[in-house]
């Protein structure tokens, strides 16, 4: 193996190097589903509040050009694009995760992906080649980080999201290893992402990767013109590791940024959510279902959940503030009410999280019987396990653990279920036409230039 003088240097020479035919032809298969998924839930999100809102901020500052914005009837320019798509691929929470990294790495991949391959006239095949190099770079910074992003008060996505561009976009524009290598130490300049959103349920998550896909077309383009960025952006004194992580640092392990690339293919393991909340309370939501079809809600004394121990900050506590959410957001990220939904409706999906549920006292009143405890048998990382035990009024107990959450693992969605779950996001936006001209051209997007998917993702 070669000596590469910094893990950047390493992963651009992955970059680089990287063909279609290089590329097992599973892990191309898989691509184009997270793709599709991803997509999904951009057009879904055009049917929400936040994305008008976020769409019209861009435009007060967007220059003209060719790039397509899902929804959007004209072209913008290139970062302007990958921004607004960024906010709407992520807007709803409900795209793919990589559970081993904990990072959204497609969001943190495509925005800019679709907006430079639009730029540059790429091929489809082109297209791909970079998104998974960028889904690569995006999880090996997740698996290295090791949860310390999250530990430190980082969003992991937002900060991977940042490499993984300049990765995506100088691929895109023929950056050779030297450059790509810059391109990453420019990205590290503007690498962050504070979770404080958590707080009150702002909407700075949403915005997050699409300025990770700005921040890396500007230092791919920054490098392709000689800029000259930093070559050990990770591992050096005030690289990456250390500046962001500082007490955690203990907890990573730096060697993950390059191990088995080309030869072991994370993205094929990324996970496609089956529900719109936060990823770590799916194995919960699981036994909960699965309670439901057993018992009357209305018998219900107490609920225990039992969640992974490291991410109960972050879905369960502060416990008083879990228990009435006020927005989706909030929603998304309280176990305590996602667990109740399922018990009550036996399922959970977009409608589970419009303004009326906020104020459902008989799904609030369930809610505040939902208490929090660390999963003593959990399978955190690899999976985002979780179990529950619901006390009834006559005092039996009904207990269920999921080992694997659905998505995950051997309970992954294939192309049946992808679909389906595009289909339910797409028409609460678009009509059943433009729903499958949009996967049609996912689907053959080895055969197409990325120009073709651009035209179907406008409005009519």
């Known amino acids: 193996m070669k000596n590469y003088q910094s893990k950047a240097e390493a992963l651009a020479e992955f970059a680089a190097n990287l063909t279609w035919d290089s590329i097992p032809a599973e892990v191309r298969e898989r691509a184009q589903l997270q793709i599709l998924d991803t997509i999904g839930?951009?057009?879904?999100?055009?049917?929400?509040?936040?994305a008008a809102k976020a769409i019209a901020g861009v435009k007060v500052l967007a220059g003209t050009g060719k790039c397509s914005v899902i929804g959007e009837p004209g072209g913008m320019s290139v970062r302007d694009a990958?921004?607004?798509?960024?906010?709407?691929?992520?807007?709803?929470?409900?795209?793919?995760?990589?559970?081993?990294?904990?990072?959204?790495?497609?969001?943190?991949?495509?925005?800019?992906?679709?907006?430079?391959?639009?730029?540059?006239?790429?091929?489809?095949?082109?297209?791909?080649?970079?998104?998974?190099?960028?889904?690569?770079?995006?999880?090996?910074?997740?698996?290295?980080?090791?949860?310390?992003?999250?530990?430190?008060?980082?969003?992991?996505?937002?900060?991977?999201?940042?490499?993984?561009?300049?990765?995506?976009?100088?691929?895109?524009?023929?950056?050779?290893?030297?450059?790509?290598?810059?391109?990453?130490?420019?990205?590290?300049?503007?690498?962050?992402?504070?979770q404080v959103f958590l707080e009150e349920g702002a909407w700075t998550k949403r915005f997050h990767p699409g300025w990770g896909a700005v921040a890396g077309i500007t230092a791919a383009t920054m490098a392709q013109q000689g800029f000259v960025g930093p070559s050990r952006v990770y591992e050096g004194k005030f690289g990456l590791f250390e500046t962001h992580f500082q007490d955690h640092i203990n907890d990573t392990d730096i060697d993950q940024l390059d191990a088995g690339l080309g030869e072991r293919w994370e993205l094929a393991a990324t996970a496609i959510k089956p529900y719109p909340v936060c990823h770590f309370i799916h194995g919960c939501a699981d036994a909960a279902i699965e309670i439901s079809r057993e018992i009357d809600v209305g018998q219900i004394k107490a609920i225990e959940a039992f969640l992974p121990g490291p991410t109960m900050p972050i879905v369960a506590e502060p416990a008083a503030a879990k228990l009435t959410p006020k927005t989706d957001y909030e929603a998304k990220f309280s176990a305590q009410f996602v667990v109740a939904t399922c018990l009550a409706k036996g399922c959970f999906g977009l409608a589970e999280l419009r303004d009326e549920c906020f104020s459902d006292a008989e799904l609030l009143d369930l809610t505040a019987k939902v208490t929090c405890a660390a999963d003593p048998d959990t399978s955190f990382p690899t999976y985002?396990?979780?179990?529950?035990?619901?006390?009834?009024?006559?005092?039996?107990?009904?207990?269920?653990?999921?080992?694997?959450?659905?998505?995950?693992?051997?309970?992954?969605?294939d192309e049946t279920g992808v679909s389906a779950k595009f289909r339910a996001c797409a028409k609460m936006s678009i009509d059943d036409d433009q729903a499958e001209r949009i996967r049609e051209a996912v689907l053959a997007l080895g055969n197409l230039p990325v120009s073709s998917l651009g035209d179907v993702l406008r409005a009519n």
């Open 41 to 50: 839930v951009g057009v879904a999100a055009r049917s929400y509040p936040f």
């Open 82 to 194: 990958a921004l607004a798509n960024g906010m709407l691929l992520h807007g709803l929470d409900f795209d793919d995760t990589h559970l081993g990294a904990i990072i959204h790495a497609s969001v943190a991949s495509l925005p800019a992906a679709l907006a430079v391959g639009e730029a540059v006239g790429a091929s489809g095949q082109d297209m791909l080649v970079a998104y998974v190099a960028g889904m690569e770079t995006a999880i090996r910074i997740g698996l290295a980080a090791n949860g310390a992003f999250h530990h430190a008060g980082y969003h992991a996505t937002a900060v991977a999201s940042h490499f993984s561009s300049a990765i995506v976009a100088g691929k895109l524009m023929g950056l050779n290893v030297h450059e790509l290598t810059m391109a990453q130490g420019v990205a590290g300049s503007s690498a962050a992402g504070l």
């Open 384 to 413: 985002f396990s979780g179990g529950l035990v619901v006390h009834l009024d006559n005092g039996q107990k009904i207990s269920r653990h999921v080992p694997v959450n659905s998505g995950a693992g051997d309970k992954m969605l």
